[in-house]
């Protein structure tokens, strides 16, 4: 069974520019949470969703960003107008159900310059 | 709100050494708590959960004992090898999401 996917592994950006990041859950997980690392600091939550739905997006900044989980296909955090400070780590992780564990993929690491 | 306050590092210790890093959390509701382990360019992997107080979560020999009077969840292993070098962090779950403390990096030399 295959671990959480994410593609790409690297991505780098000029300011201003569109970033795609795509999750594909484990097979079996209907559940997609995303998770951004800053240099240095923890991870932290920001959406979580399910097929065609967003369930709590608290952890999302206002703007530029967005999420989905159609029902066909990857899971897609889109990062509008890229400012240097999204540089980070972007991990998503999927889970079976509601609050059962979560399992983490390997990262998106986005570099703007 | 929720948070988690993890051990600092980084942390160098020898092979067959013990191993303790502290983490205390505050959590409105009953959380589940969970040491994850991230190696170098890779994502999180779970190392161990418990899900009540007074469980215990193992695995790999790593421990770590649900303590509800304390708010602390701390991670052990008697004895470390050089392949346990990663950083490790603890993470409360209520809700829908993880709280995750900033990690402790974990060195351990021959």
């Known amino acids: 069974n295959a671990g959480v996917m994410q593609n790409p592994r690297h991505l780098v950006r000029r300011r201003g520019q569109e970033a795609r990041l795509r999750c594909s859950p484990m097979?079996?997980?209907?559940?997609v949470y995303w998770y951004r690392q800053l240099p240095e600091e923890g991870l932290k939550f920001m959406v979580y969703l399910q097929k065609e739905n967003i369930i709590d997006e608290s952890g999302m900044p206002k703007e530029r960003f967005s999420a989905e989980f159609p029902k066909e296909g990857p899971s897609i955090l889109r990062i509008q107008q890229v400012v240097r400070g999204d540089s980070a780590a972007y991990f998503c992780?999927?889970?079976?159900?509601?609050?059962?564990?979560?399992?983490f993929g390997p990262g998106t690491r986005l570099l703007v310059l | 709100g929720d948070s988690v306050t993890q051990m600092e590092g980084p942390v160098t210790l020898s092979e067959e050494a013990f191993l303790t890093i502290n983490c205390t959390y505050t959590a409105t509701g009953y959380p589940s708590l969970f040491w994850y382990v991230q190696y170098p360019g890779e994502g999180l992997q779970l190392l161990l959960k418990?899900?009540?107080?007074?469980d215990k979560g193992s695995n790999k020999g790593f421990e770590a004992t649900y303590r509800k009077e304390t708010t602390s969840f701390h991670l052990e292993k008697g004895s470390v090898q050089v392949s346990d070098s990663a950083v490790y962090f603890c993470a409360p779950f209520t809700g829908n999401q993880f709280y995750f403390g900033t990690g402790t990096s974990l060195t351990v030399i021959p």
């Open positions: 992780a999927s889970s079976r159900q509601y609050q059962e564990t979560q399992y």
């Open positions: 418990a899900t009540k107080a007074d």
């Open positions: 097979k079996g997980h209907s559940h």
